[in-house]
């Protein structure tokens, strides 16, 4: 098992992964999430992990964009609490910064503390961990990284604001992905359908979880790329009491595409080591 994550040790993808990893599977690091999911479609990865959800600003579009229209299967979940903090090279008055460095998912979830340093220029960069890679090898003081405590620590930065999260609980949602699907059928399934633009459409949907004693943990709509205004249903439910072929095969006769990332289990928390 070769299981790619973004970005360089330290990155909060990597440290999700780091805290799952069975025994005997190795870490890849990769770039971006286009090219996460090119390497597990053409088999130089067996498994990627992305992030896919998070406690304060929802689902996570950039990753879940990404999966719709191929065959690839989410066999498991992880759950990360997230503590994003600034990190300079040196002690320094806030003031001062002029330039923060970070992927923009952190800045997504810091945007209210940003609003009293307007001056503050935010640049987005390929991960949280490069970006504090990138501060501690500049040569100019007036810039930090926002990024967590292993980033900070492995760069020798100095933390300069701590834990400036809009909202205290931030968790962060992970799915580990593979092109095969899980043997063993899970509790949850996640699926991405479009619709037929009918009056009625996403009911008749929904009616069909219902009947088939589904329990609807989430829905998503997003739009459909090159159609204006039409969109596309991203659910997640739970599968316990349901024969989830006998779902399928009736989802597909009221939708005009669909997507079923097969089913897994939920998360159960950190082994005590
Ligand atoms: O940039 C990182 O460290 C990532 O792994 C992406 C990310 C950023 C913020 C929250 C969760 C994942």
Same mark, same amino acid.
């Given at each position: 098992?070769?299981?790619?994550?973004?970005? !360089?040790p330290?990155?909060?993808?990597?440290?999700?992964?780091?805290?799952?990893?069975?025994?005997?599977?190795?870490?890849?690091?990769?770039?971006s @999430?286009?090219?996460?999911?090119?390497?597990?479609?053409?088999?130089?990865?067996?498994?990627? !992990?992305?992030?896919?959800?998070?406690?304060?600003?929802?689902?996570?579009?950039?990753?879940?964009?990404?999966?719709?229209?191929?065959?690839?299967?989410?066999?498991?979940?992880?759950?990360?609490?997230?503590?994003?903090?600034?990190?300079?090279?040196?002690?320094?008055?806030?003031s001062?910064?002029?330039?923060?460095?970070?992927?923009?998912?952190?800045?997504? /979830?810091?945007?209210?503390?940003?609003?009293?340093?307007?001056?503050?220029?935010?640049?987005?960069?390929?991960?949280?961990?490069?970006?504090?890679?990138?501060?501690?090898?500049?040569?100019?003081?007036?810039?930090a990284?926002?990024?967590?405590?292993?980033?900070?620590?492995?760069?020798g930065?100095?933390?300069?604001?701590?834990?400036?999260?809009?909202? /205290?609980?931030?968790?962060?949602r992970? @799915?580990?992905?593979?092109?095969?699907?899980?043997?063993?059928?899970?509790?949850?399934?996640?699926?991405?359908?479009?619709?037929?633009?009918?009056?009625?459409?996403?009911?008749k949907?929904?009616?069909?979880f219902?009947?088939?004693?589904?329990?609807?943990?989430?829905?998503?709509s997003?739009?459909? /790329?090159?159609?204006?205004?039409?969109?596309? @249903?991203?659910?997640?439910?739970?599968?316990?009491?349901?024969?989830?072929?006998?779902?399928?095969?009736t989802?597909?006769?009221e939708?005009?595409?669909?997507?079923? @990332?097969?089913?897994?289990?939920?998360?159960?928390?950190?082994?005590?080591?």
């Open positions: 098992m070769n299981i790619g994550y973004l970005g !360089i330290g990155s909060y993808s990597e440290t999700a992964l780091t805290e799952y990893l069975p025994a005997g599977a190795s870490k890849t690091n990769v770039e @999430f286009d090219s996460l999911v090119a390497m597990l479609k053409s088999g130089e990865l067996s498994h990627i !992990i992305l992030p896919v959800e998070n406690s304060t600003t929802g689902m996570i579009t950039r990753t879940m964009d990404l999966l719709k229209y191929e065959n690839v299967y989410i066999v498991d979940e992880w759950y990360l609490p997230i503590e994003n903090h600034l990190w300079a090279k040196s002690k320094m008055d806030l001062e910064l002029t330039h923060v460095y970070s992927h923009p998912e952190a800045f997504t /979830q810091t945007e209210d503390y940003f609003k009293d340093y307007p001056n503050i220029k935010r640049v987005s960069y390929t991960d949280t961990a490069n970006a504090a890679r990138h501060v501690a090898e500049s040569d100019q003081t007036t810039y990284a926002l990024a967590g405590d292993r980033a900070g620590r492995l760069n930065l100095v933390k300069i604001a701590s834990d400036i999260n809009s909202e /205290q609980a931030n968790t962060t992970f @799915f580990i992905l593979s092109t095969k699907k899980n043997e063993e059928l899970g509790a949850l399934s996640y699926f991405y359908i479009e619709t037929p633009h009918k009056p009625g459409a996403l009911l949907l929904l009616n069909i219902d009947e088939h004693k589904c329990n609807l943990l989430s829905l998503n997003r739009p459909i /790329q090159n159609k204006p205004f039409r969109y596309g @249903f991203f659910i997640e439910v739970d599968i316990l009491d349901t024969n989830l072929g006998a779902l399928i095969n989802l597909k006769t939708s005009t595409y669909h997507h079923t @990332f097969g089913s897994f289990n939920p998360f159960r928390g950190k082994e005590s080591p």
